[in-house]
């Protein structure tokens, strides 16, 4: 393997991630020390700031808190305080900015505007020493190591453990949903091998993809979307499930290629109706997930069981490795996405 050769951070960091899971995993206590900290406070709210990737793993921590600490929870929009001024009164309020490299000015800005206004605040990145953490009250190390692909794998799937774990023991559990997820990522990438070499040979033609899925599996439908459009140049789109049927259901027919990630239980169940609707409609539909297998599909590509709530962490890795395989099956390289870089400097 010489250093030119295409893709071969994004592979090797692709299989870094069972490794990583278990060394969060054992990691637990330390998380737990920031939850307890949360728990003290007693906020009424939470607020969520990110960009990119990490707004999707934002979105997974929106469900979680909104399902198992039956907390209300929002996504801040930065540019209501970066270009705004917008300074509402954040008193008993969580604010959680999650950030792989924690250098992104915006969230900094909003994270020491929050904290000013009565926030409570943390970060959630893969830089300890990064501005944004030292911006913050309380922060969590996701561990991921450096990462050298642009597009983000290891971090994105580090993220939503670390954020898992964090609300888990916000709500006083022992984290036991998540005790055995790097064996499970193990598994997972290695059963799914094959599915993936075929979905690629199936789908390297292909110009237009949609995605999709419902509850705690929309942020890996999202995440799904970006992977393909950033690393195979792919004109994707997200849609969650419910939105699919009222409306942009009409634009899918035989040259659609559907990507429906659906694991068990209720957010998978809920998807059974609109799988039947578009692979009525003639969509060429390739299922992801614990679920797959009870899907109206064309293709599946089974992941380990797991409780939904933590269903995502796995079922996003079988979609990054299929990123990673129509990249390099259209002549790209998945390592340096044209035009992209590894930190996005917003405001």
């Known amino acids: 393997m010489t250093d030119q050769q295409p893709g071969r951070h994004m592979a090797a960091e692709i299989d870094q991630q069972p490794g990583i899971f278990a060394a969060l995993v054992d990691r637990r206590a330390e998380i737990a020390e920031v939850a307890r900290a949360i728990r003290d406070r007693g906020p009424r709210f939470v607020l969520l700031a990110a960009r990119g990737s990490s707004d999707h793993a934002a979105l997974y921590a929106k469900y979680l808190t909104e399902v198992l600490l039956q907390l209300p929870a929002g996504l801040v929009s930065p540019s209501t305080t970066t270009l705004y001024g917008a300074q509402p009164d954040l008193t008993d309020v969580l604010v959680v900015s999650v950030s792989q490299s924690g250098g992104s000015p915006d969230l900094l800005e909003v994270t020491e505007s929050a904290r000013a206004r009565g926030a409570l605040t ?32 290891k971090t994105y799937s580090a993220t939503l453990l670390a954020l898992y774990l964090l609300v888990d023991a916000v709500r006083g559990g022992d984290g036991r949903h998540a005790r055995d997820l790097g064996e499970l990522a193990r598994s997972t990438l290695d059963t799914s091998a094959d599915a993936v070499a075929e979905a690629v040979r199936r789908y390297r033609f ?140 917003t405001r």
């Open 122 to 153: 943390v970060a959630v990145t893969n830089t300890p020493d990064s501005p944004l953490n030292g911006a913050a009250e309380l922060s969590v190390d996701v561990g991921a190591g450096v990462e050298h692909a642009v597009a983000a794998t």
């Open 206 to 345: 292909v110009d237009r993809v949609l995605t999709t899925a419902r509850g705690y599996s929309l942020p890996s439908a999202l995440e799904s979307a970006l992977k393909l459009a950033e690393t195979s140049y792919l004109a994707a789109r997200a849609y969650s499930g419910a939105d699919l049927l009222h409306g942009p259901v009409a634009a899918v027919d035989a040259e659609t290629a559907v990507l429906a990630v659906t694991s068990t239980g209720k957010g998978g169940e809920a998807l059974h109706d609109v799988l039947d609707a578009v692979h009525g409609r003639g969509a060429d539909v390739l299922a992801v997930g614990s679920a797959a297998t009870k899907a109206s599909a064309a293709l599946r590509i089974p992941v380990a069981e797991t409780a939904e709530e933590v269903a995502p962490v796995l079922e996003i890795l079988p979609v990054q490795r299929l990123a990673h395989g129509l990249a390099l099956a259209r002549g790209g390289d998945p390592d340096s996405p044209r035009g992209l870089n590894k930190v996005t400097r």
